[in-house]
């Protein structure tokens, strides 16, 4: 199990990350009404490739605080917590990589 923050690195993003997430929760709403329309399959992926690309940029923001805050710290500390840190980090960066 890996060692929590003592804080959430997106508490200063926090209303921004929530006003994207809801916007991106209709998104996918309006999606699911255009198949119930049987709308045409190209406007269809057309939104979902506009909500995978919001959802990176929802991921993005939070793995750039992640890195300024419990990442950072731990680098400043040293030892086992920041190479777990690091770790994390990079494990985190390969499946957005990969998505």
């Known amino acids: 199990m890996s060692e929590q923050c003592a ?7 926090k209303k921004k990350l929530v006003t994207r ?10 999606i699911t009404a255009m ?12 939104q979902i490739a506009a909500s995978n690309s919001a959802l ?4 993005l923001l939070l793995l ?7 990442v950072a710290t731990a680098a400043a500390k040293g030892g086992p917590v920041a190479d777990q840190k690091m770790d994390e980090a990079i494990a ?4 957005l990589v990969k998505s």
């Not at 997430?21 to 309006?30: N, S």
């Not at 750039?64 to 419990?70: A, K, T, V, Y």
């Open 21 to 30: 997430l809801r916007r991106i929760e209709g998104q996918v709403r309006a």
């Open 64 to 70: 750039d605080d992640h890195l300024e805050s419990c």
């Open 92 to 95: 985190a960066i390969t499946r």
């Open 7 to 13: 804080n959430v690195g997106y508490v200063h993003d």
């Open 35 to 46: 198949v119930e329309n049987d709308t045409y399959c190209i406007d269809i992926l057309t």
């Open 56 to 59: 990176k940029s929802v991921a």
